[in-house]
């Protein structure tokens, strides 16, 4: 087989087509996202996000059945109550957002596992923890699509607002920015992919897609712009090369996209030529052979 043939034989299939464009769609606004959550240190209340989207998917189910529209928008709607609510915690008392994203995080979970124990019939979480990448549908695609434009454009039009927010919120605020309203947007704009990924990649899985990119970028990368090109350029490549992956070694295909993006955040860890754990080391050792013949 030729490696025209190995890289393009796969997406010969509609499916795996529209797996890709929706892992591609995904990974742009993941990346994007995952730089502004990192380096705000937000990285573990996106996980808190992910799993207080339980409850509005219970509360659907208990209504609506298993409508998977209905699932989708109870699970958006639990996530923005859970952004909102910790941000007017924070803001309006003396308990740290952090503290707040746990607490809402750990309620919301209680109620949505008590609700789930009360459904008439079992509802297999599975699908929503972890994700099927190769049965997205044309509406999923179209979801991601959507989702994907929305925060691009975004953060073409709020890019200056974005940074100040980033790096210095108390300075955006003294200069008249709406550093709340700029937090929510973000916190918003993460629960909208977390949801959009539910179906791609699963709440679980999705975390990996957003964050990963953003660290590896972040090893290699000292300007915000940079910083965001190489997080969206790793998580599109990340994206083909785990649906190869997952094809080729029948492996899940979530899973391969994450493994993949496991793969360039060692390779970074260990390579980066300033901030690489192989560049400190010889760092030290030059120090150490310094101090050794000095006078």
Same mark, same amino acid.
């Given at each position: 087989?030729?490696?025209?043939?190995?890289?393009?034989?796969?997406?010969?299939?509609?499916?795996?087509?529209?797996?890709?464009?929706?892992?591609?769609?995904?990974?742009?606004?993941?990346?994007?996202?995952?730089?502004?959550?990192?380096?705000?240190?937000?990285?573990?209340?996106?996980?808190?996000?992910?799993?207080?989207?339980?409850?509005?998917?219970?509360?659907?189910?208990?209504?609506?059945?298993?409508?998977?529209?209905?699932?989708?928008?109870?699970?958006?709607?639990?996530?923005?109550?859970?952004?909102?609510?910790?941000?007017?915690?924070?803001?309006?008392?003396?308990?740290?957002?952090?503290?707040?994203?746990?607490?809402?995080?750990?309620?919301?979970?209680?109620?949505?596992?008590?609700?789930?124990?009360?459904?008439?019939?079992?509802?297999?979480?599975?699908?929503?923890?972890?994700?099927?990448?190769?049965?997205?549908?044309?509406?999923?695609?179209?979801?991601?699509?959507?989702?994907?434009?929305?925060?691009?454009?975004?953060?073409?039009?709020?890019?200056?607002?974005?940074?100040?927010?980033?790096?210095?919120?108390?300075?955006?605020?003294?200069?008249?920015?709406?550093?709340?309203?700029?937090?929510?947007?973000?916190?918003?704009?993460? !629960?909208?992919?977390?949801?959009?990924?539910?179906?791609?990649?699963? *709440? @679980? $899985?999705? =975390? #990996?897609?957003? +964050? /990963?990119?953003?660290?590896?970028?972040?090893?290699?990368?000292?300007?915000?712009?940079?910083?965001?090109?190489?997080?969206?350029?790793?998580?599109?490549?990340?994206?083909?090369?785990?649906?190869? !992956?997952?094809?080729?070694?029948?492996?899940?295909?979530?899973?391969? *996209? @994450? $493994?993949? =993006? #496991?793969?360039? +955040? /060692?390779?970074?860890?260990?390579?980066?030529?300033?901030?690489?754990?192989?560049?400190?080391?010889?760092?030290?050792?030059?120090?150490?052979?310094?101090?050794?013949?000095?006078?």
């Amino acid at each position: 087989m030729s490696p025209h043939d190995f890289l393009l034989a796969p997406f010969a299939y509609g499916f795996m087509q529209r797996a890709l464009g929706s892992a591609a769609l995904l990974g742009l606004s993941g990346g994007l996202l995952g730089c502004v959550l990192m380096l705000r240190r937000l990285a573990l209340m996106g996980d808190a996000l992910s799993h207080s989207l339980l409850p509005g998917i219970a509360i659907a189910y208990l209504f609506f059945g298993p409508s998977t529209s209905a699932l989708f928008l109870g699970a958006l709607l639990a996530g923005l109550l859970t952004a909102l609510g910790s941000a007017l915690i924070s803001r309006l008392t003396r308990v740290k957002e952090d503290a707040a994203f746990g607490s809402l995080f750990i309620v919301f979970f209680g109620a949505g596992v008590a609700i789930l124990s009360r459904l008439p019939t079992r509802l297999n979480l599975e699908h929503f923890l972890f994700g099927n990448i190769l049965g997205v549908s044309a509406a999923d695609l179209r979801l991601a699509g959507v989702t994907s434009g929305a925060t691009v454009l975004v953060f073409v039009l709020f890019y200056r607002g974005i940074l100040l927010e980033t790096f210095d919120p108390i300075f955006h605020r003294a200069t008249g920015g709406r550093s709340g309203l700029a937090h929510f947007g973000v916190l918003a704009l993460t !629960v909208l992919n977390l949801v959009a990924a539910l179906q791609t990649m699963g *709440v @679980v $899985l999705a =975390l #990996g897609l957003f +964050l /990963l990119p953003a660290v590896s970028a972040y090893l290699w990368c000292d300007r915000f712009g940079w910083l965001l090109a190489s997080s969206v350029a790793i998580a599109l490549a990340c994206s083909a090369a785990g649906i190869l !992956v997952s094809y080729y070694a029948s492996i899940a295909s979530g899973a391969a *996209v @994450v $493994l993949c =993006l #496991g793969v360039v +955040l /060692l390779a970074s860890l260990l390579c980066s030529p300033r901030y690489g754990a192989a560049a400190r080391i010889l760092e030290y050792i030059r120090e150490r052979r310094g101090i050794r013949h000095s006078p």
